[in-house]
């Protein structure tokens, strides 16, 4: 009777342990976030510092001027400094990082927050030193222009964070 | 030494178990869905048929021109045929869902989905018949006006999906 609860319990524990490696599995193979929001390419960038992946999801001339993307830093990659003369929202969908605009202190954000950024208000927005950091960027009123780049967040900057 | 694997065994999968149930209980309690995004409020409107919630995160008259919040429809639940003048994007954060344009057939929608809605296109969004469904909706261009509101989707038209 021990013997076969033992078996029992023995078999239930294998089929918990390979149904949680099968979940991650899933989302590693298709490149995505738990999210649901694809994790796209590499991008090639002096705009960017560190590693930094971008899903462009729609970037359109069209009666919406709208251009969004989810955007994927890993771990202390960042932005420039930058400003958009539309404005911008992030909406955060995983990991921790940073909001900072110019002069103002930095904001720790995590899945679930957003952020408004006004038009032309120069900040910068990236992971945290230990972990990624996923967001949908929502670039708005772009018949106003694309975002206009500025210097790299230099490691002193980023290192100063509080 | 058998005993003592049994025991080890038995041990261990109160661990995954009482794990996996901890994990649920967050979500629940917090009032997020796994997204991440609060899921606010239930909404009393007869511009919505069924139980629908809202976080709204942002709904300004400034200089973004954009109204955005979480939305979270009940298995069946949807909203009235309308129309934004700006247009509207929507990120799909969890469940599965339809959008469906007037005249055009309507659209499955699952996590990490997203719709561009012309400006002044007349449609509907909401639950598939056997889920939840949850979107951020971005107003664009909200200085055009805000949203159409038009007549409810029929048991007719909502059980006419193919």
Redesign the interface.
């Known amino acids: 009777m021990?013997?076969h609860?033992?078996k029992v319990?023995?078999f239930?524990?294998i089929i918990?342990?390979a149904g949680?490696d099968l979940e991650k599995k899933t989302e590693e193979t298709t490149g995505?976030s738990?999210?649901?929001?694809?994790k796209g390419e590499k991008i090639n960038s002096a705009n960017f510092t560190g590693t930094v992946w971008l899903n462009m999801?729609?970037a359109?001339d069209?009666?919406?001027?709208?251009s969004?993307g989810n955007v994927t830093f890993e771990p202390k990659a960042r932005t420039n400094w930058h400003s958009h003369p539309?404005?911008q929202?992030l909406?955060?969908?995983?990991g921790k990082g940073y909001y900072q605009a110019l002069g103002e202190p930095a904001r720790l954000l995590?899945?679930?927050?957003?952020v408004?950024i006004?038009?032309n208000v120069v900040h910068w927005h990236g992971a945290a030193p230990d972990s990624e950091f996923s967001h949908?960027a929502?670039s708005?009123?772009t018949d106003k222009g694309g975002a206009v780049w500025l210097k790299p967040v230099t490691e002193e900057e980023y290192g100063g964070i509080k």
């Open positions: 021990m013997k609860s033992y319990s023995l239930l524990l918990l342990i949680c995505q738990a999210s649901g929001f694809a999801m729609g359109t069209s009666a919406l001027h709208v969004y539309g404005g929202l909406l955060i969908t995983g995590r899945k679930g927050d957003n408004e006004p038009p949908i929502v708005l009123n």
